[in-house]
Each structure stands twice: as C-alpha cells, then as structure tokens.
C-alpha cells in the first residue's frame, strides 16, 4: 500500500513538472515596498496580463522622460520607494535591470558603490513616475500587502 502511494505520488510530480516549470517561466513584475530597515519588505507578483499592461504603460511612460545620470539616492530610514524587477519569461531576460519609483523619481542603478566610489544611477523626472507610485500603492493595499496605517505613513512621505 505504502509503494503505491509513493509511486502514485511520484508520478504526479513528474506530470506536474513542466506545469511548474512553465510558471516559472511566466512574465511578471515583483513589486516590493521599500519601508522597513532591519526587517523583510512588504512585496507581491503581478502576473495577471491586464495588471502587467497597466504597470508596463505607465512604466514606458514614466521611463520616456529624459535621463540625468549621477549619484545613486542613499537609502534612508523610511520610505525609500518601491523596487520594480521584471521575473519570469523574455522580460526578465531583456530587461534585467530593476527600478525603483518614488514620487515624480524613476532611477534605474547604472553603476554599484565600491570602496573607491559611490553608487551611480540614471534618474528620470516626470509626473507619469508619481502616477505609476500611486497605482503601485494602490495596487498594494489591494492586494494585502500594505494595511491601511502603512499606507498613510507612506503617502504622508511623498
């Protein structure tokens, strides 16, 4: 009884295997809300193709504004933004670079810090960047990841 249990189980992993494997493999954006030091940050994975269309626009957008390369933002104690990474499918593969989105800032790190030098980054200034934080907020209270005093904290340090 036990090996056919066993055996029964073992075959429905391997029937199950390249479902997972092609999930994996899906497109989507991790989201994560950039709030606390010291402990994990609140984060989620948009998956769903109208969500992913909506995020991607305003992205675009917000990414067709000019660039000013300079000094990467230093991270402070609070609200540093939130960290945009594409996963999963081409996207992840042709965009590895993430972002990060915090009130009328797009910056995408172009250099890290090392001993001789601080941390560089491009930064695009728009209104589209603060438009696609509030969703991106939004989008986070929705899902759960973000309670209502959470929220408020962060919408008071835009």
């Given amino acids: ?10 075959a429905a992993a391997l029937l199950a295997a390249p479902l997972f494997a092609q999930a994996a493999d899906a497109p989507g954006l991790r989201i994560t809300y950039l709030v606390y030091s010291g402990r994990p940050n609140p984060e989620l994975t948009v998956t769903d193709p109208s969500q992913l269309r909506a ?14 390369a300079g000094a990467a933002t230093e991270p402070v104690l609070g609200y540093n933004g939130i960290l945009i990474e594409h996963v999963g499918g081409s996207a992840a593969k042709a965009r590895p670079q993430a972002v990060t989105v915090k009130g009328r800032n797009l910056s995408v790190d172009t250099a890290v810090a090392t001993e001789f030098k601080s941390a560089t980054a491009a930064t695009r200034v728009s209104a589209a ?18 309670d209502a005093t959470t929220l408020n904290v962060l919408l008071d340090a835009k």
């Fill in 1 to 10: 009884m036990r090996t056919r249990s066993f055996a029964t189980l073992f």
């Fill in 129 to 146: 960047a603060g438009d696609l934080e509030s969703m991106l907020l939004k989008l986070g209270q929705k899902r759960g990841v973000l």
């Fill in 55 to 68: 995020i991607e626009s305003r992205l675009g957008d917000a990414m067709s504004a000019p660039a000013r």
